[in-house]
């Protein structure tokens, strides 16, 4: 229900239209870098996905986490802006059902958006590597990897724009955090765990091992987040 | 009313957004990295670049490529929402004001955003190098003429960006879309400055600017220079097309 609903409001914001043209725009990375450089890549010692990956995945994940990023200052923008939130606030429903709908939907168009990188990064394996059994799997491997890692970035956007009135707080807050995440170097585990870094890693260069306490990492951390949102909802209430 | 104090109260408007926090935490967040990699400067002797200035061309190449443009993208959702929400700008729209002075005047507040944005980043510069020469027992300090002429170089060839953001922001109703745009046609800035096209590209232009210094301060490191010949024209062009637009378009959504 709430999810319907979420996605009602969503509809004339042109949040879908905007994620399918960034989704096109990512999409289109690797295609450009190939086609151009493919002499580069293709004498490279290593498997096609991770070879791909490791060329554009830098950039692709940085259009994923700012469309992320906008994708929910919008989502509260439009509660905030005409104080329909005030309207909500007085239905027979908790605060934080609306957060997990928007939560839905904004992963929803995240999955769309990934399935768009990875159909990109399929084709340009096929037709510039040759097809192989292992590429299935492997393409497979790592989209659940990214979409996990997404999660609580998320989230955690989700979260600054519940918090701010105004949309330009919450998206400053969400452009200085993705430049922070881009300034963390990549091998010190501690500090990638910053729920906007995460998406920039990737499973290519880790151990089986580590990639395992990533995960727990991720699902930690999305667990902590929403219980935090929660909270701070409840709280909210109290003092308004 | 004259165009400056049209100016002046494009700029009350934004008195109290608390935007100047999210730019002092921007600038703050810039150079925490700097700090505390200090170390790494003395490698880059090899390059043939002394410590101090790749200290100071590192902290800002960061700033040129991803936070500026960022942040004055925020400032332009600033400036519209500002003006949108209760219907401010149908207010604007009846006083006997012509349309195109009141987006000059916009543009103008954004431009100095830009400048108070590098000041900071300059501030917080000097406050990381006092921390850092410390740390490290090595005098990190550059000259502030040096500084200055090297940031307000940057800052200059940043004008067609701000007016590229500015007609995005005003012809663009969505905020999804307009935002979206501007923070997507930052990412390939990286790749264009490689490219022979990168003086068609503004968003590239400051980040171009800086890396070019950095070619010119590393003894080892060649990088493209700037070419004033196709580059000043296509900037011209850019920041004239874009600011004719938007003060064409300006208010047009709403005097249907």
Redesign the interface.
């Known amino acids: 229900m709430s999810f319907a609903l979420e996605y009602k409001k969503v509809k004339r914001t042109g949040l879908l239209p905007a994620f399918l043209g960034g989704g096109i725009f990512a999409a289109l990375v690797p295609v450009l870098n190939m086609a151009f450089r493919s002499e580069m890549y293709t004498r490279m010692n290593a498997s096609p996905v991770s070879i791909l990956l490791g060329a554009n995945w830098q950039m692709m994940s940085m259009l994923n986490i700012l469309l992320i990023v906008v994708g929910a200052c919008i989502m509260y923008h439009i509660e905030y802006a005409d104080n329909a939130i005030q309207k909500i606030c007085t239905l027979p429903d908790r605060e934080s059902t609306m957060f997990f709908g928007k939560t839905a939907v904004l992963i929803t168009v995240s999955i769309l958006l990934l399935v768009m990188e990875s159909v990109s990064v399929f084709g340009c394996s096929v037709y510039w590597f040759g097809q192989s059994a292992e590429l299935y799997m492997e393409l497979l491997k790592n989209f659940w990897f990214f979409l996990l890692f997404m999660l609580p970035a998320v989230l955690l956007s989700l979260l600054t724009a519940s918090l701010c009135r105004n949309m330009w707080i919450s998206l400053g807050i969400g452009v200085v955090c993705v430049f922070a995440a881009t300034m963390i170097p990549a091998q010190n585990f501690v500090l990638t765990l910053f729920p906007f870094a995460l998406p920039f890693q990737m499973s290519g260069n880790l151990s089986d091992n580590v990639i395992r306490n990533y995960a727990i990492a991720c699902a930690a951390e999305t667990v902590l987040i929403s219980l935090l949102e929660v909270l701070i909802l409840k709280v909210r209430r109290w003092f308004e | 009313m004259s165009f400056l104090s049209l100016v002046g109260v494009e700029w009350k408007k934004i008195r109290r ?3 100047f926090l ?1 730019l002092l ?2 600038a703050v ?2 150079w925490i ?1 700097s700090i505390l990699n200090a170390g790494l400067n003395f490698g880059m002797q090899a390059e043939g670049i002394s410590p101090e200035n790749s200290f100071f061309i590192q902290g800002f190449m ?1 700033m040129a490529w ?2 500026y443009p ?2 004055m ?3 332009t ?2 400036q519209t ?1 500002t003006e ?2 209760s219907h401010g700008i149908l207010k604007m729209l009846v006083l006997p004001v012509s349309t195109a002075k009141l987006c000059m005047a916009k543009f103008v507040v954004l431009a100095v955003f830009s400048v108070i944005q590098y000041l900071m980043s300059i501030g917080m510069y000097y406050i990381s190098i006092v921390i850092v020469s410390h740390a490290q027992n090595y005098n990190f300090f550059l000259p502030p003429l040096f500084v200055f002429r090297e940031i307000g170089r940057m800052w200059a060839s940043s004008i067609p960006m701000l007016a590229f953001f500015q007609l995005l922001a005003v012809c663009i109703q ?4 307009s ?2 745009f501007g ?2 046609s930052i ?2 800035s ?2 264009v400055i490689n490219t022979k096209v990168w003086f068609a590209y503004p968003m590239a232009y400051p980040f171009f600017v800086i890396t070019s210094e950095y070619g010119k301060l590393a003894a080892n490191i060649e990088t493209a220079q700037v070419r004033l010949v196709p580059w000043l024209p296509t900037a011209a062009l850019i920041t004239v097309v874009c600011l004719l637009i938007s003060c064409f378009c300006f208010g047009q959504a709403e005097r249907r």
């Open positions: 957004s608390k935007i999210i935490l921007a967040i810039l990295p960061a991803f936070l960022a942040s993208v925020v400032i959702v600033l929402q949108r929400s969505t905020p999804v879309f935002v979206g923070l997507a990412v390939p990286v790749l």
